[in-house]
């Protein structure tokens, strides 16, 4: 953990700092002005322990936020807190969805004998691949864990085998093999970008199967290792490389809608929830 | 499946004979049930036993205002004394499926059938021990109208539990003693039940109204307020007071209401809280030991069902008329009948193209591994990215800083974490030799420990194993953010000169790889998860595409496994390709020549 | 040693040869197969939670033992973990074996609420910043892929969204130039969603679908032995 | 990409500039919401008209597979999705896969019910969270109620009026799976494939498009992509502008505002090459 923190001027680190304390006092000041505030007409008064809440995560959202600048102490401490409730939440979770009615109610609060028999009879073994599941942690006995590791790992194996083939391979397959004449998945478009019976009808059709037939093709020969990428193979898979190409730009365009909306819902929080502004747009 | 085939050979013909019916049928006005030799009745083909299938001709359109009928019964001569269920089938779309392809393949003679599959354990019911006969509870409801009691309903539940628990026990489910302690502690559930029920109903009832208090008051409020917007001078004082009180008395039916619905759901609680602390437990256990029960039961009943639906039993067909009218095939006074046995089977035949595929492929697959076994150097045509590995370290060693190995979320068996740890293998073992450090970021216990032998081998060849310090590779973060956070973090913190994020990622994908590049480290990327591929793209130096990374770790490691499966893809893949080609090609001839190719797409169908 | 890898090589080739199989076998044992299994995993998942845990929090005392720069902060890992595992297990005074009334409200759902998923939710956003920055830092026309990738981004940033409609109502036009400009961009969307991505896509899955065969094949036949977790 | 470390605090310094316009691109338009009109696309109007279709009475499986963090983009879909279905006499029956999920399904489906006048068990069942991902599909495959005895407000599924035709997967008559991650895979594998439903998704805007090759196939009977399939339905169904259409502009608003970034770098990037520097 030697490595060099960022080199700053001792300088600029100290107005950083101070900053830094600056905005935590403006929190603190904004929170208390709109804690302050009575709650509006006809709004609902909200519990005490909501009214917190709102106020920690709203100082968390900031601070994670923070990042965009620069790592700073706070979000180091933001940063583990958050690693340590999402354990303690996965813990609980766990415990309630798992180990109380798959272990605990069938085995240690059994109704009756032959209860508490039928249970070990038919989770004993599993029990035991799970706590063999633990010697993973010690060096010398981890061999133990093969045996659960083994189960499940030849279990999603050997039934991925067969689920990939049927969704995956035969599926896909048999959606790119079609005659040309295929009327195009869905021509509303076409009747937009183009005009003319003929062409929306019969042109486009053609034309956009022999655009999936190329594409799919090529770009699964640019995958294609076992020989040099040379001459009309070299050609080949350049149109393949063209189709990833406008792919992943369309991925990229379609994606950018997803992650603002990550950010809209964030602001929302804060503009409505935290300084409780007008308008709120109910999301 | 026997049957099932020769259905397919005979179809034509019987469709023939079956057009005619309906023509004629469609003359009169009303349909004429199917010829009697023209119906069968036969085990389901590729299922666990549990049907047969009925199947007739299908008439030229479908029949208006008619349902088919099938009568089943045990024996023979329960037709004679009316011992039989009646299955009503209304001809439409949805309810009658034809062309089976799942069970009688694409012969195009499926379209000219009807089949309708009868298990018949949901007609023929098995008694169920546990609960009253018709007869038993018909006779407890006649002593109850005599008795007449008031809620005999709840005699008869008692009544049945009674029955149920004796029944427990004779099956050796459960001992006297827990018996009787059941029957104390269900008539305590019973109460308490009650109980609760009455207290949540008037719980609710306070709800409601609380609610509508509540929306009066905010219409009030509302009123009050567009009389003040309207309201000026002397008025508007005593507009503004009423506002007031109409704000107050809205917070007020506020309070009333959280408090309302605060009581309904504590309503269960309440009442719980009435019981004693033995009578709780005993409530619980009975809890606990119902659902117990319940599964055992269940199991039991499904095993008498299985029973049920192995015998033979005997069939009629007919159609019903608008009238209601059953006109049952073959010669009136001795209609046909027809006996089916549904059997298991030990394959399910619409699998085979499945199966095929999946031993062909494992075979190629398998082969080449041996061959790559024997001849380690098959030939991998050359990837863009992995100079890129060695140029990244090489830049490492200039900087004199450490390069970042980020595993992504891949578990230790996922495709791409594997490659991953043969390309760590390989950095690592440059990073020994030009002595840089190597860190490597993990969220997976398992990843971290085969990470960190791969990394002490490759200390060990390179011949520096005492500059091998296992803190270098870290676990550090759980969830998929906290992973994400914790490494960007770090990258800004210590400045990498290289980061090299190859395994499987998901959203992070873009944090990290953004974060990397404003500490200005060159990038090496490589995944086979494809919605992140075009972040990668745009962000990294090098991004190994999806197939890529596998072909990369093969070309790498050299190792026989890899490249031999490596080679067996390439095979599937030319099928694919031409697969492909070649039948659009058909289809496209078969549409201008009109030949019938379906079948070829039954080829692929995945059928449920 | 035999026990320690010939016997869970046997286990993995024996349940994957099953759980292959028994998807052709329409018998009801196979279904039974399937069930136990799956209820198997059920429990075992349940403990595969304590391994992660140990090793995070391990990592974290050596942190703190070994009193490595910003090892102070690796004591919030614990309070946060220990706050959350305690309330969740006092559960509003319930216990951690009974589960509290429908719509109550909980700390353990507080400290989700207000805790994990903001942090969560926030890390997450970030993404939109930083895909702002890498599209405005890396997308160049530089050569013809590069410009396919860009020209093809900017058709879709137009098309998911009805930039001249909204811009016209601006200037509270209500133009049907606007109007078309958009549905133009929608429909090349669609269309280039619908051809070069979905060929793309497709081919990709097909590959890995590909890959992911062949390596279950390699574990079942114990040639991929890495998920032993090395040691002999 | 690799900077020299000269560039490093120039790169630094566009980046905040970006990040404060991007932040501003947002705020404003969400302070003076006016709803943007935009015509519904091809995809949404055939999702729509999917469960147009379905006859009265039929189930629709309903899995709101996402967490709090996807709400803004997939919440409104769900309420909306829960609309349409009350309105043409469907019944949801609503599960999800995250545990987070859960309190969100709850809220939408108590808030529309309420709405519609509806009441669970009877016009639709809330079956709540279930570990096990793909080995809860196959279970639901083979029984649907034991693999849920209850449901969320612990009342027995079995004698359930809402849930009478349902003994398996294969009685739904139409499922949607409201994805933010990669449950539409596990869906399609594990349930329409295999036990032969007709499936359809909403998923996120990062989701979407690799659902494409389902679509085509056929796997998919139709696909919701991010907000703006959001907003799309929205329109179809309530014939208005709802929560999503509201967050429509500020979406348009950072559209624009990248647009303009790429084009302004790439235009100086061309100029420099013009000069016949290599641009950045």
């Known amino acids: ?283 | 499946m026997a049957s099932a085939k020769t259905i397919d050979r005979f179809g034509g013909l019987v469709a023939a004979i079956a057009i005619g019916f309906s023509l004629c049928a469609a003359a009169w006005g009303q349909v004429q049930p199917p010829a009697a030799d023209s119906v069968k009745v036969h085990d389901r083909p590729s299922d666990d036993g549990s049907a047969v299938v009925v199947e007739w001709p299908k008439p030229a359109e479908l029949p208006e205002n008619v349902q088919y009928v099938i009568e089943i019964a045990r024996k023979p001569e329960d037709f004679a004394d009316k011992k039989f269920q009646t299955i009503k089938i209304t001809p439409s779309k949805n309810l009658l499926k034809t062309g089976r392809e799942k069970y009688f393949g694409f012969a195009a003679s499926n379209q000219d059938w009807y089949a309708e599959e009868v298990t018949p354990a949901e007609y023929l019911k098995p008694q169920i021990p546990w609960a009253f006969t018709a007869e038993e509870s018909a006779h407890l409801r006649t002593v109850g109208d005599v008795a007449a009691v008031a809620g005999i309903k709840d005699a008869l539940t008692g009544l049945e539990q009674w029955k149920s628990l004796t029944w427990c026990v004779k099956e050796g489910l459960l001992s006297e003693k827990d018996a009787q302690r059941a029957w104390l502690a269900w008539k305590l559930t019973e109460r308490y039940a009650k109980d609760v029920t009455a207290a949540t109903a008037e719980a609710t009832a306070v709800q409601k109204k609380a609610e509508e208090e509540l929306e009066q008051a905010v219409e009030a409020r509302k009123q009050a307020q567009t009389a003040v917007s309207q309201a000026s001078g002397p008025g508007l004082e005593q507009a503004k007071e009423s506002l007031a009180a109409a704000v107050a008395a809205e917070a007020r039916a506020r309070a009333a209401l959280r408090s309302a619905n605060e009581a309904a759901r504590m309503t269960g609680e309440r009442v719980r809280e009435g019981l004693t602390k033995s009578e709780r437990s005993d409530v619980d256990w009975l809890g606990r030991l119902d659902s117990y029960l319940e599964q055992a039961k269940a199991k039991r009943l499904k095993k008498a069902m299985q029973e049920i639906n192995a015998g033979t039993y005997c069939y009629r067909f007919g159609v019903r008329s608008e009238g209601g009218e059953t006109t049952l095939v073959g010669p009136v006074g001795a209609e046909a009948v027809y006996s089916g046995r549904a059997e298991a089977n030990l394959f399910r035949r619409y699998k085979l193209n499945n199966l095929v595929f999946a031993l062909a492929f494992s075979g190629i697959v398998l082969t080449f591994i041996q061959i790559a076994k024997r001849n380690p150097n098959l030939y991998i045509r050359k990837i863009a990215g992995l100079e890129a590995v060695e140029e990244a370290i090489g830049r490492a060693t200039e900087m004199g800083r450490s390069a970042y190995f980020v595993h992504g979320l891949g578990g230790v068996s996922d495709l791409a974490t594997i490659a991953a740890i043969n390309v760590l293998s390989r950095v690592a073992r440059r990073a020994a030799e030009y002595d840089t450090r190597v860190r490597v970021m993990n969220w997976e216990p398992i990843v971290t420990a085969v990470s960190q032998e791969v990394v002490q081998q490759a200390y060990t060849e390179a011949g520096r194993p005492d500059a091998y310090d296992p803190d270098d590779i870290a676990l550090v973060g759980y969830n998929q953010f906290s992973y994400a956070a914790a490494v960007a973090a770090r990258m800004v913190r210590e400045q990498p000169a290289a980061i090299f994020l190859i395994g499987y990622f998901l959203a992070e994908s873009l944090l990290l790889s953004e974060t990397g590049a404003s500490t200005g480290a060159i990038q090496v990327a490589g995944t086979d998860s494809d919605s992140q591929l075009p972040f990668f793209i745009t962000t990294c130096d090098y991004t190994l595409i999806g197939e890529e990374l596998y072909a990369a770790s093969a070309y790498l490691s050299r190792e026989p496994r890899m490249l031999g499966s490596l080679r067996g893809q390439d095979v599937a893949k030319a099928f694919l390709m031409t697969a492909m080609v070649v039948g659009t090609i058909v289809f496209t001839m078969a549409v201008a020549f009109g030949w019938h190719v379906e079948w070829i797409k039954g080829l692929f169908e995945v059928l449920d | 040693m035999w026990y320690k890898r010939t016997i869970p090589l046997l286990i993995v080739f024996t349940i994957g040869v099953l759980a292959f199989a028994h998807n052709y076998v329409p018998l009801r044992i196979s279904d039974q197969f399937r069930e136990r299994l799956s209820e198997w995993f059920r429990i075992i998942g349940g403990f595969a939670l304590f391994l992660g845990a140990y090793s995070l929090l391990h990592m974290h005392v050596s942190r703190i033992r070994k009193q490595q720069p910003g090892w102070a902060y690796s004591v919030f890992v614990f309070v946060g973990a220990a706050g959350m595992i305690i309330v969740g297990l006092l559960n509003e005074g319930y216990g951690p074996l009974r589960s509290a009334p429908v719509g109550q409200p909980t700390w353990y759902q507080w400290g989700y609420d207000y805790i994990q998923k903001p942090c969560q939710a926030t890390i997450f956003s970030l993404l939109a910043f930083f895909m702002a920055s890498a599209a405005f830092r890396t997308f160049r026309a530089r050569n013809t892929s590069a410009a396919l990738l860009l020209a093809s981004a900017l058709i879709v940033m137009f098309g998911r969204v009805a930039i001249f409609q909204t811009v016209s109502a601006w200037f509270g036009a209500q133009s049907s130039f606007a109007r078309h400009a958009d549905g133009l961009f929608s429909a090349t969307t669609d269309a280039i969603m619908e051809y070069p991505n979905l060929a793309a896509t497709r081919a990709i899955l097909l590959g890995i679908s590909l890959g992911a065969i062949s390596q279950s094949l390699r574990i079942l036949f114990g040639i991929e032995r890495s998920y032993l977790g090395g040691g002999d | 990409m690799a900077a020299p470390r000269a560039d490093i605090k120039r790169i630094a310094v566009t980046r905040h500039i970006i990040y404060a316009l991007l932040t501003v691109a947002i705020i404003v338009p969400m302070l003076r919401p006016t709803p943007c009109s935009f015509q519904p696309t091809p995809n949404s109007r055939r999702f729509h008209e999917r469960i147009e279709q379905l006859p009265a009475g039929s189930e629709v499986l309903l899995s709101f597979d996402y967490s709090p963090d996807a709400k803004a983009e997939l919440y409104p879909m769900s309420v909306t999705l829960l609309e349409q279905c009350f309105e043409r006499g469907l019944i949801p029956v609503v599960m999800t896969h995250w545990p987070e999920g859960v309190r969100l399904a709850e809220q939408a489906c108590h808030d529309v019910a309420k709405k519609y006048g509806k009441e669970s068990g009877k016009d639709y069942v809330l079956l709540g969270f279930k570990p096990g991902g793909g080995n809860l599909l196959l279970n639901m495959g083979e029984n649907f109620k034991s693999a849920f005895p209850e449901d969320y407000y612990h009342q027995p599924t079995a004698t359930m009026a809402a849930l009478k035709g349902v003994k398996t997967l294969r009685d739904i008559d139409l499922a949607v799976d409201l994805a933010a991650g990669p449950t539409v895979d596990m869906w399609v594998v594990y349930g329409s494939d295999r036990y032969g439903f007709p499936l359809a998704a909403g998923t996120t805007a990062v989701a979407a498009p690799k659902c494409y090759p389902y679509l085509q196939s056929g796997q998919l009977k139709g696909l919701l992509g991010g907000m703006r399939g959001a907003a799309d339905y929205e329109q179809l169904v309530v014939k208005g502008v709802g929560p999503a259409g509201k967050l429509m502009l500020p979406q348009t608003v950072a559209h624009l505002l990248l647009i303009v970034l790429l084009v302004l770098a790439n235009g100086r990037f061309t100029l420099a090459r013009l000069r016949g520097k290599e641009g950045t």
């Open chain 1, 1 to 283: 953990m030697d490595a060099p923190e960022t080199s700053t001027s001792p300088m600029r680190q100290n107005i950083e700092r101070i900053v830094l304390i600056a905005l935590v006092i403006a929190f603190a000041v904004v929170t208390y002005i709109v804690v302050r505030r009575p709650a509006g007409v006809g709004e609902e008064p909200k519990a005490t322990r909501d009214i917190i809440g709102v106020i920690i995560s709203a100082g968390l959202t900031l601070i994670m936020y923070s990042f965009l600048y620069r790592d700073n102490p706070l979000f180091k401490m933001a940063e583990n807190l958050y690693v340590g409730v999402a354990l303690g939440y996965e813990a609980i979770l766990v415990w309630r969805q798992s180990l109380v009615p798959e272990i605990v109610d069938p085995l240690f609060r059994a109704p009756t004998g032959q209860a508490l028999v039928s249970a070990i009879m038919e989770r004993g073994i599993a029990i035991l691949l799970g706590l063999m599941l633990l010697t993973r942690l010690s060096k010398k006995h981890s061999w133990f864990s093969r045996y659960s590791y083994g189960l499940m790992i030849g279990w999603w194996a050997g039934f991925g085998i067969y689920a990939v083939t049927d969704s995956m391979i035969l599926k896909q397959l048999q959606a790119s093999v079609a005659g040309l004449q295929k009327d195009v998945a869905d021509s509303a478009w076409a009747s937009t970008l183009f005009s003319g019976d003929w062409f929306t009808q019969v042109g486009l059709p053609i034309f956009g199967s022999a655009v999936l037939l190329v594409g799919v093709v090529s770009v699964l020969f640019y995958f294609f290792f076992s020989i040099e990428h040379r001459g009309p193979a070299g050609a080949v898979s350049k149109v393949g490389i063209w189709f990833l190409m406008v792919a992943f730009g369309a991925m990229f365009g379609y994606t950018v809608m997803g992650r603002l909306a990550l950010l809209i819902d964030r602001f929302d929080f804060l503009l409505f929830d935290w300084l409780k502004l007008k308008n709120n747009l109910g999301i």
